[in-house]
């Protein structure tokens, strides 16, 4: 299973971003949760969100809830996160995962497949 982020860039504090995680080969990752991670520069990675295999139920992180919105397509084997009033303490490298079940958590040890992750920069 391969995993591929994309969507991240350069934004100004208090903009958005739309992160986008496709799956291949198709029809992996339908059955299990999906989840968002990240890593800011000289820190360890971090959990951001994620969404259960229905996409019934999401948990987010204390500092991006309200902000950040998970949410996915299983039709096009796309998860996505919906990044709005970002600021600078968002920069980070974002990784999406897949998860070990149909439940994620936010331990990255329930995760098994990994993206190679896609830079998010917010300027202030």
């Known amino acids: 299973v391969q995993l591929q982020a994309s969507g991240g860039g350069l934004v100004q504090a208090g903009g958005s971003l739309r992160l986008s995680c496709a799956s291949a080969p198709a029809r992996t990752s339908s059955n299990n949760a999906m989840g968002w991670f990240r890593q800011p520069p000289g820190k360890g990675r971090e959990f951001v969100a994620t969404?259960?295999?229905?996409?019934?139920?999401?948990t987010y992180a204390d500092s991006v809830k309200g902000r950040f919105t998970i949410s996915r397509d299983n039709a096009k084997n796309t998860v996505f996160l919906q990044m709005n009033s970002l600021k600078s303490e968002d920069t980070a490298v974002y990784f999406c995962?897949?998860?070990?079940?149909?439940?994620?958590?936010?331990?990255?040890?329930?995760?098994?497949?990994w993206g190679q992750g896609t830079l998010v920069t917010v300027s202030s």
């Open positions: 995962a897949q998860g070990l079940s149909a439940y994620g958590g936010t331990d990255s040890s329930r995760y098994r497949y």
């Open positions: 969404i259960s295999w229905r996409g019934d139920m999401t």
